[in-house]
């Protein structure tokens, strides 16, 4: 009876002590949030985002980079919300398993946050709380189709470019409605580390990511086996016509 009163103890105390860090991780988060819109709304941040000149409107994203987009960076996408637990657990597996940082569990959404508000903010726990707030936000102010919008036109792609518009003009030249398939796979790739994966810093790099998004692709029902087979037996031709 003394034992069981004692672990009852021990677990009161221990979810105390969680519900007092989520409470606090909540304020730190929520104020870091605040703190950045200012006296600005949400609405009116993503209105200044929308009038730049190159942003490129989702209607004209070709469905083949849409689709590279999803599969590499958050295939669960349409199906989750503003956080994704699957994704959040498996992560946690992952990296422990393996003792080091090799998965995120960040949504295509949270990504959007953090592009717009917290890419220079170097408090984690303040940027992970608040890019979930500010996330949730957006998911109840926008659809699917929006903040994807959103997110191929705030990412970065190395060399200073950043949205899609001026990665298609920087890298390939082209307008964003103009991208091949090897072309869509490649720049899918890109923004998940621009140092490393950037056509301009090593192009050996850039093809083994472009491979791991064509194998997404696959793996999610964007792309069949052949075709997958295909564009990646003509990517020697792909990279030596290109001038990176």
Avoid: W
């Amino acid at each position: 009876m003394i034992k069981m009163k004692i672990l009852r103890n021990i677990l009161l105390i221990i979810l105390a002590n969680v519900l007092i860090f989520t409470v606090a991780v909540y304020i730190v988060g929520d104020n870091l949030y605040k703190n950045t819109l200012g006296d600005s709304t949400l609405e009116e941040v993503i209105d200044d985002i929308r009038l730049n000149s190159n942003y490129v409107e989702y209607e004209d994203l070709p469905q083949n980079y849409i689709n590279a987009v999803i599969a590499v960076e958050d295939h669960r996408y349409r199906n989750h919300g503003a956080i994704d637990l699957i994704a959040i657990g498996r992560a946690i597996y992952v990296n422990i398993t393996n003792f080091e940082l090799r998965e995120g569990g960040s949504t295509i959404t949270q990504q959007v946050a953090k592009n717009i508000f917290y890419m220079d903010d170097e408090h984690v726990v303040a940027r992970k709380s608040a890019e979930i707030l500010t996330a949730l936000d957006l998911e109840k102010e926008y659809n699917k189709d929006e903040i994807l919008e959103l997110y191929v036109n705030t990412i970065y792609f190395g060399d200073g470019y950043y949205g899609i518009k001026e990665a298609c003009e920087g890298y390939l030249d082209k307008e964003v409605s103009e991208m091949s398939l090897a072309d869509c796979t490649m720049l899918a790739g890109v923004p998940n580390a621009p140092s490393v994966y950037a056509p301009t810093v090593n192009a050996d790099l850039t093809r083994s990511r472009q491979e791991k998004v064509i194998s997404s692709m696959v793996e999610y029902n964007y792309l069949n086996k052949n075709d997958a087979d295909e564009l990646i037996n003509n990517l020697d031709n792909y990279y030596d016509k290109m001038s990176f």
